[in-house]
C-alpha cells in the first residue's frame, strides 16, 4: 500500500482514466490488446482496479490511445475554490452570480428592493428553486399568491406564469437556481430591455 495518500489517490483515478480514454477512441479491450500486446484479462483488471498501474503497461497503452501519460496518471489540478463576488445590477434588482462554470443549472443571491411589489407573472422552459435568507418574498404562481419568510424554500416549474418580488416590507434576499432559460428571463432579457448597468 502507498504510504503516501497523495500518491494513493492519483493511482485510485487511473482504472477510470483509462477506461474513459479507450472508450473515447471506440475501442474493445481485445482492440486494444491488439495494439499493446497486452492481454485483455490484464487490461480488464488494470480498468476494475485489481492490477496495480505500472510504467510497463500504462507507456504502450498511453502510445495506443494517442493519450499522454500525464493524463492517465497525473494528480488532479486544484484550483482556488472561492468565487468572485462580483455584482450585477439588472432590472433594479442586485444578483451576485455564485456559479463558475456556465453549463448546467445557475445559482446566483439576489437582493430585491422594497418597491418591487406589482406583479408581471411571465413562463418560460424550465424550473426554479428560490430560498429566502432576509425578508419577505411574494411568489405570484399561477393562481397562488404567496408569501415566503427567511428559511422557507419554493420550487416550481417555469412554463406556469410566474412572478417573485417583495412583499412590501423591505428588501428581500434570495438565493436563485435557474436553468439558462431562467437566467435569460432575469438577466439577460431585463439588461436588453432596460439598459441596466452593472457594478464592480
Do not use: C
Request: aromatic share 4%; no cysteine; net charge neutral.
Amino acid at each position: 500500500m502507498d504510504s503516501n495518500p497523495a500518491v494513493a489517490s492519483t493511482l485510485d483515478q487511473v482504472p477510470a482514466r483509462l477506461r474513459r480514454a479507450r472508450q473515447k477512441r471506440a475501442l474493445t479491450l481485445a482492440e486494444l490488446g491488439e495494439r499493446t500486446g497486452i492481454s485483455k484479462s490484464t487490461l480488464s483488471r488494470l480498468e476494475s482496479g485489481r492490477r496495480k498501474p505500472s510504467l510497463e503497461l500504462l507507456l504502450p497503452i498511453s502510445v495506443a490511445l494517442s493519450t499522454p501519460l500525464d493524463e492517465l496518471v497525473a494528480p488532479p489540478r486544484v484550483v482556488d475554490p472561492r468565487m468572485p463576488q462580483r455584482q450585477q445590477k439588472t432590472g433594479g434588482r442586485l444578483y451576485v452570480r455564485l456559479s463558475r462554470h456556465h453549463e448546467g443549472p445557475q445559482a446566483y443571491k439576489m437582493t430585491i428592493p422594497a418597491d418591487q411589489t406589482d406583479p408581471t407573472p411571465r413562463s418560460h422552459e424550465g424550473h426554479e428553486w428560490l430560498y429566502v435568507l432576509h425578508g419577505r418574498l411574494r411568489l405570484v404562481l399561477g393562481d397562488l399568491d404567496l408569501t415566503l419568510g427567511p428559511g422557507e424554500v419554493a420550487e416550481f416549474d417555469t412554463e406556469n406564469p410566474h412572478w417573485f418580488g417583495s412583499a412590501g416590507q423591505g428588501d428581500v434576499e434570495v438565493l436563485s437556481l435557474f436553468g439558462k432559460h431562467g437566467e435569460r428571463m432575469h438577466i439577460r432579457a431585463s439588461t436588453s430591455r432596460d439598459g441596466a448597468d452593472e457594478a464592480p
